[in-house]
């Protein structure tokens, strides 16, 4: 089966591995243009096109597939492929009808969600910023709509008490590399049956921004828990004290530890880092950041940083 395979981050990679090992024949992959990276801002590729290139397929990074001569060459190019399926992956860009009507099958999209919850950018993110048990993987045939094409396939998985949103996105890249294998095979045997979402009960995942990032301790423990949680690796929660921001990667929830301490309030500072919350709980940190310095467990930043017992942190 002839498959354009369009993705451009790390998310993306176990995709595009999986159906090259399958034997599945990739004939293109189509990524978002280099990018600069690093303190000299050299331009670097995307993770999919480094894989893509180590195993010889050509790869096409169109500015736009909507608008433009870039788009139109590109349009072009896909026709000429002539592919049976688009497989898309965290690819970044709007696919216009044009291009959804290009392959003999389907445009077919493996997405971070139980859909029709969490449609958009940040599926992950925000199902652990929710405290959401459980997620999962999501294929579908592509619609012009925000991921409300018909559903193909899902795959569950539950969320774990202090998974991080970043080892979330590990484990769903896994997952839903398996999932794209078992919805081709399913396509080939013509053993699949689409299905239509339930508007009703759909739910909005945006980008995540930088304003999401101040932690509110007179907020429940719980809700501060999640917000570490969610936005780590980025932007990552941040809270401020003795007049420095403190990025913070992992937390731990403890119950009751807060009763009688004001929220923000370091409950704890031997080797341990434990702030009160609003509602009796804390929350303890594991792992931290200061500013221009390196992330660290939070007991080795505290021997050479003390921190007060009854400090209160402020919002970062």
């Known amino acids: 089966m002839r498959i354009v395979f369009m993705g451009t981050p790390d998310f993306a990679v176990p995709?595009?591995?999986?159906?090259?090992?399958?034997?599945?024949d990739v004939c293109a992959v189509f990524?978002?243009?280099?990018?600069?990276?690093?303190?000299?801002?050299?331009?670097?590729?995307?993770?999919?096109?480094?894989l893509a290139l180590t195993h010889k397929i050509p790869v096409f990074q169109p500015e736009s597939l909507k608008k433009g001569e870039d788009a139109k060459a590109a349009v072009e190019k896909l026709r000429e492929i002539s592919p049976d399926l688009i497989v898309v992956v965290a690819y970044g860009k709007i696919l216009?009808?044009?291009?959804?009507?290009?392959?003999?099958l389907y445009c077919i999209n493996v997405h971070a969600s139980l859909l029709p919850k969490y449609r958009g950018a940040g599926p992950i993110q925000w199902s652990v910023l929710n405290g959401e048990n459980e997620t999962g993987v999501t294929?579908?045939?592509?619609?012009?709509?925000?991921?409300?094409?018909?559903?193909?396939?899902?795959?569950?998985?539950?969320?774990?008490?202090?998974?991080?949103?970043?080892?979330?996105?590990?484990r769903l890249s896994v997952l839903g590399a398996e999932l794209l294998l078992e919805t081709i095979e399913r396509v080939k045997l013509e053993n699949i049956?689409?299905?239509?979402?339930?508007?009703?009960?759909?739910?909005?995942?945006?980008?995540?921004?930088?304003?999401?990032c101040g932690i509110d301790?007179?907020?429940?423990?719980?809700?501060?828990?999640?917000q570490i949680r969610g936005l780590s690796d980025w932007p990552?929660?941040?809270?401020?004290?003795?007049?420095?921001?403190?990025?913070?990667?992992?937390?731990?929830?403890?119950?009751?530890?807060?009763?009688?301490?004001?929220?923000?309030?370091?409950?704890?500072?031997?080797?341990k880092l434990i702030i009160a919350c609003g509602d009796g709980n804390a929350v303890e940190i594991l792992q931290l950041q200061a500013e221009c310095g390196k992330r660290m467990n939070t007991a080795d930043?505290?021997?050479?940083?003390?921190?007060e017992k009854g400090t209160v942190f402020g919002k970062g």
Do not use: W
């Not at 045939?141 to 193909?152: C, N, P, R, V």
């Not at 049956?193 to 999401?212: F, N, V």
């Not at 930043?301 to 921190?307: D, H, P, Q, T, V």
């Open 15 to 24: 995709c595009l591995k999986a159906l090259i090992e399958s034997g599945e």
């Open 31 to 50: 990524t978002q243009p280099d990018k600069p990276k690093g303190r000299g801002y050299k331009l670097a590729p995307p993770p999919v096109k480094e």
């Open 96 to 104: 216009p009808k044009e291009v959804l009507e290009i392959p003999k």
């Open 139 to 170: 294929t579908m045939i592509m619609a012009e709509g925000l991921d409300t094409g018909d559903m193909l396939l899902k795959k569950s998985t539950p969320i774990g008490e202090d998974e991080t949103a970043s080892e979330l996105h590990d």
């Open 193 to 212: 049956t689409p299905e239509k979402q339930d508007d009703k009960l759909s739910s909005y995942a945006p980008m995540l921004t930088k304003e999401l």
């Open 217 to 226: 301790f007179s907020k429940p423990a719980r809700e501060v828990h999640n």
């Open 236 to 271: 990552c929660a941040t809270a401020e004290v003795n007049g420095k921001k403190l990025k913070f990667y992992k937390s731990k929830f403890i119950a009751d530890a807060g009763k009688g301490f004001k929220p923000g309030e370091i409950i704890d500072n031997n080797e």
């Open 301 to 307: 930043y505290l021997r050479g940083n003390k921190i």
